[in-house]
């Protein structure tokens, strides 16, 4: 027997206590495992610590699995404990794993190898987003960052707006914090006035912020301050 690969969702900001945006039934879970692929092993002892594991923090093994880890024996390495019949729990840094994550590269290799994966509920800041942007839910494509150079980053606005117009499909994409003011400014200069936009920003958090408006609109109005904030900006 193969053991169980849980997919763990953790809080997607530190403001916000895991039983707040968990559901109980995840606990049972939690507590059942002593092995943890992880993204982070300070971000992932912190989430156990705070989510009260009923096992000691000391006794769990941690093993990371990040935007480092590239598919093959280490993958195979980081498995290997379920295929003697040991189960594990993937945590992202923040979120849901395996979504915009390197989780999925643990997922993907247990899929091969026949272990059975089971992903658990919890707070996904994409799907949050585009709950909350009132823009099309039924279609849309999650970009990741966009270029940090100013004129590909504006071609690849223009693009992103083009297949928003065309295909009616809510383009959704990410910033670094510390750059999302700069990004915000660009894209009220290069998308058309009638474009709408949505700004997502510290979802779940006490200071959350959701909005979305034609960029005309955004234009005349103040913006938020939004340094050092984790975003999600949606063109629709």
Sequence with gaps: MTGTLYLIPCPISDET???DVLPAAN???????DYFIVENVRTARRFLAKAGIGRP?????????NEHTTAGAAVEELIAPLLQGRSAGVVSEAGVPGVADPGALAVEACHRRGIRVVPLVGPSSILLAVMASGLN??????NGYLPVKPPERAQAIRRFERRARA???SQLFIEAPYRNAKLMEELLRTLAPDTRLAVAMELTAPGQFIAAHPVAEWRRRKLPEMQ???????IG
């Excluded at 606990?27 to 495992?33: C, E, F, P």
């Excluded at 923090?57 to 699995?65: P, S």
């Design 17 to 19: 206590a895991p039983w």
């Design 228 to 234: 050092k904030h984790p975003a999600i900006f949606i």
């Design 137 to 142: 839910g039924q279609s849309f494509a999650f």
């Design 167 to 169: 295909e009616g499909q």
């Design 57 to 65: 923090i000391d006794t769990l093994e941690f093993r990371e699995l």
């Design 27 to 33: 606990r049972a879970v939690i507590d059942s495992l």
